[in-house]
Nanobody
């Protein structure tokens, strides 16, 4: 069973930055496409960013502001979030991203809360 542990969330003002981390207890971590997802109150969870062997993809609303990266030696994936907006407020999760629709394939972790408010 894979464990995913997200961290790095917090309360920030609009325009500020946060860096999220997600550690995965998975052997051969490097071969898996990984994604960041978020769930805002009253909304469905959505994928935000994905990193695969072919590169990275982002939803339109975070392009140019968020950057996904990974350190395979540490079994960790990161999400650098700049120029944060109130609409980015959500619980953020990471997961292995399925090839179709980027559906999360492993058990979800507890997530990390990101709140953007003045």
């Amino acid at each position: 069973q894979v464990q995913l542990v997200e961290s790095g969330g917090g309360l920030v003002q609009p325009g500020e930055s946060l860096r999220l981390s997600c550690a995965a207890s998975k052997s051969n971590f490097r071969i898996y496409a990984m994604g960041w997802y978020r769930q805002a109150p009253g909304k469905q969870r959505e994928w935000v960013a994905v990193i695969t062997s072919g590169g990275t993809r982002y939803i339109e609303s975070v392009k140019g502001r968020f950057t996904i990266s990974r350190d395979n030696a540490k079994n960790t994936v990161y999400l650098q979030m700049n120029s944060l907006k109130p609409e980015d407020t959500a619980v953020y999760y990471c997961n292995c991203a399925g090839l179709t629709s980027y559906r999360g394939l492993w058990d979800w972790g507890q997530g990390t809360q990101v709140t953007v408010s003045s």
